[in-house]
């Protein structure tokens, strides 16, 4: 039996239905069977004609989905949905012959089954066959016939159960606690709350030495979070965090009880446990979510500006798609207010990247949504209502003035062709609807703003003649006419969005539509290569067959490069290598070691470095003398140290101290200390420290500092040691950093028999960070 579609979705107050199709054949004929199952009771019935054939079958129950339900078929049934007279109804058509049949019977359960004409039942099969009813022997009963149960228990096989290598039986202990754990993640992921958490207490008591209790807890955690149950997320969070410590859901649980603290008002206990998390998982998604709860609690005690760091922070630093929207979604709410363009920034944001988020609350997003419209932000308005009308259908009471809305909102914008589409779909939708006459009013004002006849006014009445003409020969001229005007406008985007409606143009009757695209296309690529519009460029250049002169290659390369297509980078440099022209010839070899370094392909970057150093080597003023930066980091990255050394000295001699390579110059001191090479470090070090005072930035410090300080010690040096680590004094430094650096201090006035100033040296540590290992060796010292 093949089992090829399944249909499932939950509603709230424990009303889970699931419909599902399978397809068989019995004795290689073809039949169909179709499920419906409820946790609550429901009736089907059957529709005949007069003959007594089915004609449908209904199916009605007293709730209905919160999302809109896709219609399916397969080769016997046709199955629709309705919401009608405050009931939901399932209707079930055949395409042959079809039978309902009431499942009130499970026979891995009941011992006994019996012929009953029953009216509910929480499943219901239905048959759909072509001529011969498959699977059952049907026959007439006799009116005067009785009607006794059939038993099942005597006419039960032997059965034996799993055996070993030797054949016999195996004992399989009872694992009712592992069927309950799956029962209850189902529940979790359906949203049925209250059966969930009934479940997890039933287990929890039949089988308190369940293996499955971490994982039991969690989820009551999270169900008690869902159901805003925050006394009971504290409680069974502590027993949690106790008990499992070391769990990989430890995160989300100190994410919910620090969340579930301040929804109690007991900012201290949540700031506790949000220090926890941020501390101990700070690359886990629920630190990220973490920060958005923080940001809630912050903004409900008046703290907005420190609200909106944790709701960047979290916006910023995660990947997570819908922490993301979460975070945007709040900054939208908290911008809008006074800052209403910031707010409809981060708003599409979500439209663009999560739209589904905005169904999570539905009145606060048709709240935001009406606000963005007050402010003039008719687009963003527009926006969110579309993504909410992609959750409902016309059955919801929100949706006619959805609809009505967004297309309003459109007519003010400059999308006056989503407009038009809108205002078209709510009056077909809706032709006898509460707001007729307004929307109708918004359609008519689209095509008559401008009243001259100049390239706005022709396009608009072009745009007239398509819509009212679709399917006549007015809207294709209409159409063909409109795209050589905006072609010769230089509005070759636009030419270019009409590309699928001229191209299903008569080809016969207009000859030069592809000539019209392509003629686009080169503009706008020539017109994005000028503003420097590098998406664009690479979007028409992977869409279009365009070949442009050599003029447009350093352009073009140049977009690549930013937009990542290396491969289309590589290749207007590789065609330009061989050119006769000596400096073109440089410019492109140094850009194609830019691109093989970006790629990886060291190989070549060695290669081509020495091609073009050959070339510009007596050339003291080269444009290109980037090439030695190049190849000292590609003997880096390939761990080549010999020529790292090499290569770093021609830098020196090329570049002199330049802050550029200060990264390059610590490189050599990691080396010095990988190959405990003092002599290394000091050369390097003391460059590190000349350039950084030059600059006035310690980005380096105290890395090179400390290097430098051990390498002097090595040598004895004390005097050079101490004016490198009392260098330290003047820059800010982290507490252990600082304690490091005043215990290394009173080792080297050790070496220098100045025991004074030694010891206030190692007191100074201990000051700075009592706690840490320097201190301690600070103490230990001041004992000797």
Known sequence: MLKWILLAFVLTNSFALEISIESAKDNFIKYSTLDIRNTERFTCKEIKNDLDTVLEIRCIFLKRPVRKLKHIQNDFFKVNTVFKDEKFIVTIKPFYKIKLIPEIFDLTKDNEVFNANVTYSDHWSVLGYKKTFPLFKQEEASSLALDFPFYLDKDKLPYVGSLDLQGNPVYIKNVEDVKEYLKIKKYYKHKEYEMCLESINDILNDYPNTLFKAELLYYKIKVYAKIKDWDNVVSVAKEFLREYSSDENVAEVLSLVAKAYAKLGENSNADYFYDRLFTEHPKSKFTQLGYIYKGEMLEESGGTKQALKYYKKALYETKDLEVAANAAYHLASLYLSYKPKEASQYAMKIIQADPGFFMEDFKASQKMMEEFANQGYYKVAAAIADTLLQEIDATYDEYEELLK??????????????????????????????????????????????????????????????????????????????????????????????????????????????????????????????????????????????????????????????????????????????????????????????????????????????????????????KYKEVYRYLFDTYERLEQKEKMIDAMAKIEEIFGLDYKDIERYVAMVTLGNERHDDNLIIKYAKKVMQIQNKSNSYAQSPYVEFALYQAYMDKKEYNKALEVIKSLDKLGLKPTLRARQKYLLGSVLDKLWRDDAAKKAYKEAIAADPKSSWAKLAKSALEL
Request: charged fraction near 35%; proline fraction near 0%; include cysteine.
């Open 405 to 622: 809305n967004k297309a309003l909102w459109l007519a003010q914008t400059k999308e006056k062709k989503k407009a038009l589409a809108a205002l078209n779909e709510y009056l077909k939708k809706f032709p006898d609807g509460d707001y007729v006459d307004a929307v109708q009013v918004a359609k008519d004002a689209l095509f008559f703003e401008v009243s001259d006849l100049n390239t706005t006014a022709k396009l608009a009445e072009f745009d007239k003649l398509i819509q009212e003409y679709q399917n006549d020969t007015i809207g294709k001229r209409a159409l063909y006419e409109k795209a050589k005007l905006l072609l010769k406008e230089g509005k070759y985007k636009e030419v270019l969005s009409l590309k699928k409606s001229l191209e299903s143009l008569d080809g016969t009757e207009y000859k030069d539509i592809q000539k019209i695209i392509q003629d686009a296309a080169i503009g706008e690529m020539k017109q994005s290569l000028r503003k420097k519009n590098c998406k664009q460029v690479l979007i028409i250049s992977n869409e279009y067959n365009i070949t442009l002169s050599d003029k447009w290659d350093d352009g073009i390369y140049e977009c690549a490069m930013k937009g990542g297509d290396f491969q289309l980078s590589k290749s207007i440099a590789r065609k330009n290598l061989k050119s006769k022209d000596l400096d073109k010839r440089k410019k492109w070899l140094f850009r194609y070691i830019k691109v093989d370094f970006a790629t990886g392909n060291y190989s070549d970057v060695l290669d081509a470095a020495k091609d073009l150093i050959t070339l510009i080597e007596d050339d003291k003023n080269s």
